[in-house]
């Protein structure tokens, strides 16, 4: 996928995944959801290995809330903030040192609810560098790439089952090296890969 290709692709995620994302996400939103906080994580493409990669994180073991999982870079909104984008780009800077200039953001793709009370949104980013990272060992306890094309075909997802709130939940997740990419961040992703399925 060339550049242009792939800006037009991440443009075109913000008007296609709201219903996506929503539908899969309905069982937690048991409150209105403007008392969900806001929350925002960068989807971020580099050019690495002559193919685009998607830019993920493994949390801090020493974290209070989902040690060790896989996420994108990013965090909750801040009132300084002067917008949901400024969120994602300024927690990609603390979590993994990116200046946010190094990246070209998208239109931001309508919030996914999450059971731990967290509206987030998913701002689209790419860079056409592959940028030097700088860990905060207090968030990250490593960075990794997944493949774009790896991650856009829905056929690499499995379909896990766990319990919540006494109810069983179906969500996609997606095994990739020795990593376990599951729960909020493999829906995104999962969400993404059924758009470009169809937007092919």
Same mark, same amino acid.
């Given at each position: 996928?060339?550049?242009?290709?792939?800006?037009?692709?991440?443009?075109?995620?913000?008007?296609?995944?709201?219903?996506?994302?929503?539908?899969?996400?309905?069982?937690?939103?048991?409150?209105?959801?403007?008392?969900?906080?806001?929350?925002?994580?960068?989807?971020?493409?580099?050019?690495?290995?002559?193919?685009?990669?998607?830019?993920?994180?493994?949390?801090?073991?020493?974290?209070?809330?989902?040690?060790?999982?896989?996420?994108?870079?990013?965090?909750? =909104?801040?009132?300084?903030?002067? $917008?949901? /984008? %400024?969120?994602? &780009?300024?927690?990609?800077?603390? +979590? *993994?040192?990116?200046?946010?200039?190094?990246?070209?953001?998208?239109?931001?793709?309508?919030?996914?609810?999450?059971?731990?009370?967290?509206?987030? =949104?998913?701002?689209?980013?790419? $860079?056409? /560098? %592959?940028?030097? &990272?700088?860990?905060?060992?207090? +968030? *990250?306890?490593?960075?990794?790439?997944?493949?774009?094309?790896?991650?856009?075909?829905?056929?690499?997802?499995?379909?896990?089952?766990?319990?919540?709130?006494?109810?069983?939940?179906? $969500?996609?997740?997606?095994?990739? &090296?020795?990593?376990?990419?599951?729960?909020?961040?493999?829906?995104?992703?999962?969400?993404?890969?059924?758009?470009?399925?169809?937007?092919?």
């Amino acid at each position: 996928m060339n550049t242009e290709t792939l800006r037009d692709f991440l443009k075109s995620l913000s008007s296609q995944q709201h219903g996506l994302l929503n539908k899969r996400n309905t069982l937690f939103i048991e409150q209105p959801a403007d008392s969900f906080r806001p929350a925002a994580v960068l989807l971020a493409l580099v050019p690495r290995q002559e193919e685009w990669q998607i830019l993920l994180t493994k949390r801090a073991e020493t974290l209070k809330h989902h040690t060790g999982q896989v996420a994108f870079p990013g965090g909750g =909104y801040d009132t300084e903030d002067a $917008s949901l /984008t %400024e969120t994602a &780009l300024r927690e990609a800077h603390e +979590e *993994v040192g990116t200046p946010c200039h190094t990246w070209e953001t998208f239109d931001i793709i309508p919030p996914c609810y999450t059971p731990s009370g967290y509206a987030v =949104y998913t701002v689209p980013a790419l $860079s056409e /560098t %592959e940028p030097r &990272l700088t860990l905060n060992p207090s +968030e *990250v306890a490593e960075a990794f790439y997944v493949p774009l094309s790896l991650a856009l075909d829905t056929a690499n997802y499995q379909q896990r089952i766990f319990q919540y709130q006494n109810r069983t939940v179906q $969500s996609p997740a997606l095994p990739y &090296l020795h990593y376990d990419i599951w729960g909020l961040t493999a829906s995104i992703l999962y969400s993404m890969a059924e758009h470009f399925r169809r937007y092919r």
